[in-house]
């Protein structure tokens, strides 16, 4: 009688409440503490009355954090301490910036190698090797010759998320139907209208593909370099709260990061919905 | 140069002069001359130039002058009517920073006390500047943003500047140590499982954890386990990690131990995943850990804003010296900002009354100290080290690259400034595990260990 919807949704809450219920009785403490320790030792030790405080926190602690987190999310103190919603807008700003200097110059790129078999064939193993580079083992170069931190961040990103764009328009651009550019060359239409009006909406949904795998890349990518390089964004404040042993602040900040990174996908699979075609 | 040149010479000619560096002969002796006279004099002179060129803007008109009533007869009018000595002084107090926003960054340790604690406590803008501390990554990541310029200045260990001066691990740039942060203050911790581990003999096998590889705990970790018969490039394993990441390791157990901060110690400690073995003054007490770092360019371009940044240093670390204020500053430089620990956590380490992990309250209100002056024997003590483990190929003039990185006369001079009494000499002998070492002779020292590397 209820719509499978429904019902999936149904079962997601349930699954939630059972992780969470299972999360915190791994988390409490057994009773016993051993023997009872000096007060004055104690108080050193932080330990106020049964077991040590900087255990592995429950999912009440962590929903805790999280609301401290979002009841201010824009505060900010300075340089080393800055609300979650700004360090995600640094984090963001810095993956749009080289996820589009990425898109301007793989788009087209990978356009031209599509439209000839010679290019694609001598580029290819360029890329081959290329694109399996993890995005920190850019970031020592990247900061000794670029010389700036955040540049360095945006060019790896760049660097990361060229390499899936360029493949998928390069093959979504050689994989157009052979039919459809001979139709347009029987009617004798020219080289920029046959790539813009034939070409570009053919392959338009296997480079939107490309584009998906970069933005999810990029984002993976930012949260490492911000790690690397601290200052600002989401990475940074993941490794601060590290060094504060504050697991609960760390998995606060991963679970936004999850969320941002699925609202980036949304986004794109949007775009990609719409210039998909039926044959 | 032609602040420096003399206003009551007659001699003066508008020719270039020999170097070309000077508008004349008579500016580019002034200049030879400069350099040799002591700071007072110079700014003495300094000023009155300034003053006779602004009653007598005019050249002709001033020489004329000078012709007329005599160059000691000028100096002294004008003694009389403004009060030069003031003038000299006020100049050498505050000579006008160039750039009064900076950026210095830090390594989120208690070594790094004075560059933290001057902000939250307005030491910077004591000496008029407008100060951002930034905390950084890793020691790697100080060095690059220091050498890009993002940084003015740094917190780095101490032989940090020593090894970039000489192009270790980096491109050969020159460095100075302007002030030792910190002595004392570092622990030789484990793992809670190695209990009963005390012996340093038995630390063999061992993964331990250091923070740089130039780095003052790279050396003592290295010379403690060399001189319990340890090989430490063959008998343990000695890995780089971030001092904030040890703990972490620690519990992780990819690490035994390590010898760092006091406050990653503590901390260690205070979650109850290891224990204080020892601290690393019982091995050489006093010994110097982290230094307050900038490039020579930035000094020589930027003379006014290095003075009073380093003004603000010694300060700063004149104050973390004195116990009593040493629990204010723990409440200060706790904050997410700043450290990010637990106050508890920084109060024992910078009063000193601590747990050591085993059951045990230890007092040491000497466990970690702050003297900012930068002994070029301590710099020696470094490229001796350094030459003992390899990392230094070939000849090396100690007393030469400690002179020109740690700026011992500059330090001497800011402390008597602010009231500090400095030593009398730069370069001090003392013992290193009842080892005596001579400043005077480092190529013998090397040569007197067993296990090393050259």
């Keep these: 009688m209820k719509s499978l919807g429904a019902r999936a949704g ?158 998928n328009t390069a093959f979504g651009v050689g994989a157009v139907r052979k039919e459809w550019l001979n139709v347009a060359r029987t009617l004798e239409v020219g080289p920029w209208r046959r790539a813009f009006t034939v070409i570009l909406p053919a392959a338009a949904p296997t480079i939107l593909t490309g584009m998906r ?39 606060v900040g991963i679970l936004l990061i999850g969320v941002v990174g699925m609202v980036l996908d949304l986004i794109l699979a949007r775009f990609q919905k719409r210039v998909t075609f039926p044959e | 140069m032609s602040m420096f040149s003399n206003p009551f010479s007659l001699k003066s000619t508008l020719r270039r002069c020999l170097c070309g560096r000077h508008a004349s002969a008579e500016e580019h002796a002034a200049a030879e001359r400069a350099a040799k006279l002591s700071d007072e004099e110079r700014y003495k002179e300094v000023v009155a130039s300034g003053l ?61 006390t004075p560059i933290i604690m001057a902000h939250p406590m307005g030491f910077y803008k004591k000496h008029g500047l407008n100060v951002e501390v930034v905390k950084t990554a890793g020691w790697a990541v100080v060095r690059d943003k220091t050498i890009n310029k993002e940084y003015d ?25 302007a002030a030792i942060e910190n002595i004392n203050g570092q622990s030789f911790t484990l793992g ?34 060399a001189e319990n018969g340890i090989d430490p490039d063959t008998d343990v394993q000695l890995r780089v990690v971030p001092p904030p990441e040890m703990v972490a390791n620690l519990r992780a157990e990819n690490i035994d131990g390590f010898l760092a901060p006091d406050n990653v110690a503590q901390r260690a400690v205070f979650d109850g995943v290891g224990f204080i073995h020892s601290l690393s003054k019982t091995m050489w007490d006093g010994h110097p850990c982290c230094s307050f770092a900038a490039s020579r360019e930035f000094i020589s371009t930027m003379p006014n804003t290095y003075a009073a940044l380093l003004r603000a240093i010694v300060d700063a670390t004149g104050y973390a010296s004195k116990a009593e204020n040493r629990k204010a500053i723990a409440e200060a430089i706790a904050p997410a900002a700043y450290l990010n620990a637990p106050p508890i956590v920084l109060e024992q380490v910078l009063v000193g009354k601590y747990a050591d992990g085993l059951g045990n309250i230890k007092d040491d209100p000497k466990r970690v100290d702050f ?12 490229l001796t080290q350094m030459k003992r483990w390899g990392q230094i190929k070939g000849d090396v003039d100690y007393t030469k690259v400690a002179n020109e990185v740690f700026l011992a006369t500059d330090a001497a001079k800011v402390m008597k400034e602010m009231g500090l009494t400095p030593p009398a000499t730069t370069s001090k002998s003392f013992s290193v595990m009842g080892k005596v070492f001579d400043p005077g002779k480092p190529a013998e020292y090397v040569a007197s260990f067993a296990i090393k590397r050259s």
């Excluded at chain 1, 349930?14 to 915190?24: D, E, S």
């Excluded at chain 1, 080393?80 to 793989?106: E, P, T």
């Excluded at chain 1, 970069?214 to 990518?221: D, M, P, T, Y």
């Excluded at chain 2, 803007?57 to 000691?72: E, I, Q």
Aim: proline share 8%.
């Design chain 1, 10 to 167: 149904l079962l997601s809450v349930l699954l939630f409440l059972a992780f969470c219920a299972l999360w915190q009785i791994a988390v409490t403490p057994g009773a016993s503490t051993g023997p009872a320790l000096d007060p004055e030792y104690a108080k050193l030790m932080g330990i106020t009355t049964a077991g040590s405080q900087s255990a592995m926190p429950g999912p009440l602690d962590v929903a805790g954090k999280l609301w401290d987190n979002l009841k201010r999310p824009f505060y900010d103190n300075g340089p080393n301490d800055k609300g979650l919603g700004l360090q995600l807008l640094y984090s963001i700003g810095r993956v749009f910036i080289g996820y589009a200097l990425a898109v301007l110059v793989a788009v087209p790129i990978g356009f031209l190698i599509g439209m000839s078999p010679l290019a694609y064939r001598a580029l290819d193993p360029f890329i081959q090797v290329l694109k399996p580079i993890s995005p920190l083992a850019w970031m020592p170069l990247a900061l000794y010759t670029i010389k700036d931190s955040s540049l360095s961040a945006i060019f790896v990103i760049f660097i990361c998320s060229v390499w899936p764009m360029l493949i």
């Design chain 1, 213 to 251: 795998i970069s933005i999810g890349i990029a984002w993976l990518v930012i949260v490492a370099a911000e790690m690397l390089v601290g200052g600002t964004g989401i990475g940074y404040f993941v490794w601060n709260e590290w060094n504060n042993l504050s697991i609960a602040n760390v998995i």
């Design chain 2, 52 to 112: 006779m060129r602004a009653l007598f803007p005019n050249d002709l008109k001033r020489r004329a002058f000078l012709k007329a009533v005599g160059t000691s007869t000028a100096a002294a009018a004008l003694a009389t009517f403004f009060p030069l000595d003031m003038a000299t002084e006020a100049f050498a107090q505050t000579g006008k920073p160039e750039k009064t926003d900076l950026k210095v960054g830090f390594i989120p340790i208690t070594c790094a």
């Design chain 2, 153 to 177: 200045a740094a917190h780095m260990l101490a032989p940090m500047p020593l090894a970039i001066s000489q192009g270790l691990g980096s491109n050969p740039i020159p460095f100075v140590a």
């Design chain 2, 192 to 225: 809670i499982k190695h209990k009963d581990k005390m012996d340093v003999k038995s630390w063999k096998g061992m993964k331990l954890a250091i923070p740089y590889d130039f780095s003052m705990h790279n050396y003592l970790l290295r010379y403690l386990l």
């Design chain 2, 371 to 382: 003297d900012p002056f930068p002994w070029d024997s301590f710099a020696v003590w470094m």
